[in-house]
């Protein structure tokens, strides 16, 4: 069993830069495939970022150029970058991963608690 916990967020002014952490702990052998989404209100979850397992990492089109994800496998902890904020950028960001909790190949796949981002002025 593993969780992902995450921190970070808040309310920041438009133009203004957040960096949510999500950091992976419990069993853990490899963290495979992670994610970034979104959740406006009154709107469905959205993705907003994606490292997959191959390494290729995919961005909505609403934060390329300006949201960047990462990863330190070192303290099993995924990072989301966000600059040049904007007020729709406002959510509930929620990160999403695949662990491998086993060398038998076994995973475990859940979410984060979620964390707000506000940009307002």
């Known amino acids: 069993q593993a969780q992902l916990l995450q921190s970070g967020g808040g309310l920041v002014q438009p133009g203004g830069s957040l960096r949510l952490s999500c950091a992976a702990s419990g069993r853990i052998v490899s963290i495979n495939t992670v994610g970034w989404y979104r959740q406006a209100p009154g709107k469905q979850r959205e993705s907003v970022a994606e490292?997959?397992?191959?390494?290729?990492?995919i961005y909505a089109d609403s934060v390329k150029g300006r949201f960047t994800i990462s990863r330190d496998n070192a303290k099993n902890t995924v990072y989301l970058q966000m600059n040049s904020l904007k007020p729709e950028d406002t959510a509930v960001y929620y990160c999403?991963?695949?662990?491998?909790?086993?060398?038998?190949?076994?995973?475990?796949?859940?979410w984060g608690q979620g964390t707000q981002v506000t940009v307002s002025s």
């Open positions: 490292l997959t397992r191959g390494g290729a990492i």
């Open positions: 999403d991963a695949e662990i491998g909790i086993d060398h038998d190949g076994s995973t475990w796949s859940g």
